[in-house]
């Protein structure tokens, strides 16, 4: 069964640094977009930064300067180094990939379970 691990997250003051990690496992044919996504308690789960296809990246306007996506295509896993974190970056954060697991099939989209990501002023 193919699941996204993640790894990374947890308590940090502000200014400080954390890194996330995602590893798609088990056997995928191939990945269209990796990223990270997160969801504030009340509000709606918002795109923080993708790698797309020919890698392409996008990042949330919020933390342009700040987190830094990358992606290893021979691992299929994808990070986001987080720095100079704000109590407002505070969310649970979730990878997503975009893949098809074999040839010939449609492409899927696939969620991590998610990692607390906190914040302290």
């Known amino acids: 069964q193919v699941q996204l691990v993640e790894s990374g997250g947890g308590l940090v003051q502000a200014g400080g640094s954390l890194r996330l990690s995602c590893t798609v496992s088990?056997?995928?044919?191939?990945?269209?977009?990796m990223g990270w996504y997160r969801q504030a308690p009340g509000k709606q789960r918002e795109l923080v930064a993708q790698i797309g296809s020919g890698g392409r990246i996008t990042y949330a306007d919020s933390v342009k300067g700040r987190f830094t996506i990358s992606r290893d295509n021979a691992k299929n896993t994808v990070a986001l180094e987080m720095n100079s974190l704000k109590p407002e970056d505070t969310a649970v954060y979730y990878c997503?990939?975009?893949?098809?697991?074999?040839?010939?099939?449609?492409?899927?989209?696939?969620w991590g379970q998610g990692t607390q990501v906190t914040v302290s002023s």
């Open positions: 088990g056997s995928i044919f191939s990945v269209k977009s």
């Open positions: 997503n990939a975009v893949f098809r697991i074999r040839a010939a099939t449609p492409l899927g989209d696939y």
